[in-house]
């Protein structure tokens, strides 16, 4: 069966947050998986990395890692001192994976998180971020991390909005540690069929992201679980599915989510955690019921 996973701050308001606490939590409810933000791992001294990563694999947890890339960092930036910073701040950032011996990075990591100020040529911003990548991957390569763009919405980025610019973006790549990583929350917005663009990404798929269309747990909205648990059954997807659910407002993940009012109303973190194990058992029943 795929792996299971989770983002932490399905549960918690701000991007850092008590580690220990929320590998022992996914661990309990029945997750394989635990996703980080992976920025804050910059202020974590290593050691201290080691020890979370120790408390992960005592529970049976995986560690992997997402983010948005801050637009002082944009490496598809006409600026080629801000690409440059950009190559440097995320080879930081892997480098940090790294002493976690996290094997995958995802999110908006191939150019600045968000609608860039000025005149935007995509074509332009497009050609800047391959060509920063084109020196990423090799420093992911040698710390043995597979390197996952991330298609988001319009509204999210400019450069990667559709499966079929992902495909294209990672041939142009082309490095054996490249792939694409496909969130059902994006998709949902951008792409005219859910199954044509996860056939699109095929071969490229290397991570998923699930999350209704308002970013809920799979089930509780309008997205067909079964069209999509079908498209990945027909590229025999074997990688992980990583919830990436935000139902809460407020904190730094409210505003930078624009999440503006509670999803769940009811209060308490045991009404997360029944909403956690609703979702594990959801996802799994779609798996099984493909042989998955
Ligand atoms: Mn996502």
Redesign the pocket.
Known sequence: MNKLGIFMNFWEQNWNADYYKYIKKASDLGFDVLEFQAQPLLNIPDEELRNIKKAADDCGIELTY?LGLDKRYDISSDDPYIRGAGVVYLTDILKKVAVQEGKII??VSYAGWGVPEGEINKKRRTANSIGSMKQLVKVANSLGIQYAV?V?NRFEGVVLNTAKEAVAYVEEVDSPNIGV?L?T??MNIEEPSIRDAIHTAGKYLIGF?V?ENNRTAPGRGHLNWDEIFDALKDVNYRGRIVA?LFVKAGGEVGRDIYVWKDLIEEEGEEVLDAEARYMLAFERKMLEARGM
């Open positions: 997402s995802s999110g991330e988001v990583l969130d929350y994006h992201h999350g990436e």
